[in-house]
């Protein structure tokens, strides 16, 4: 059987609400860790039912899925671990909406560490009047 991106983010959501869960057991015991932690694992029963060629779902598994795993970039990740942290009216739809929106971000900055370079100032970009990798003295 071949991994799915619900499946496979599914998981990924409840192993966030696990880890939030352990979150409430720190000294402050907020209980917004445990609302994240349910409303995360809400969103991954709502996921799963939700038809396979849904175009989000589709876009996800495109953006976040290698070797079978779902990967999450940077700001994917983070927000998935806020989920109605700070937002309990967040919605199941718009979450999805936005997760879309993350993973086509990180997928633009991927390999671009430290964000969007100016013209000519990336060291990881090929300069084509120079040539790959040559040296020079300025």
């Known amino acids: ?16 609400a696990a880890w939030r ?10 209980p917004r860790n445990l609302r994240c932690a349910d409303a995360l694992e809400a969103f991954a029963d709502f996921l799963r039912a939700l ?7 589709r876009r996800l598994e495109t953006l976040t ?10 700001q994917t990740a ?3 671990g ?9 919605t199941f739809e718009g979450f999805l909406d936005r997760l879309v929106e993350l993973a086509e971000a990180d997928h633009v900055e991927r390999g671009s560490f430290g964000g969007p370079q100016v013209p000519g100032d990336n060291p990881w970009e090929r300069d084509a009047s120079r040539g790959a990798g040559s040296s020079h003295s300025d």
């Open 1 to 16: 059987m071949i991994p799915n991106i619900q499946d496979q983010l599914a998981s990924y959501l409840r192993d966030v």
């Open 21 to 30: 869960r352990q979150r409430y057991q720190d000294d402050l015991r907020d």
């Open 51 to 57: 038809p396979a060629d849904d175009p989000r779902l």
């Open 65 to 74: 899925m290698s070797g079978g795993v779902f990967q999450p970039g940077q």
């Open 78 to 80: 983070y927000e998935i």
């Open 82 to 90: 806020r989920f109605r942290f700070f937002s309990p009216e967040a």
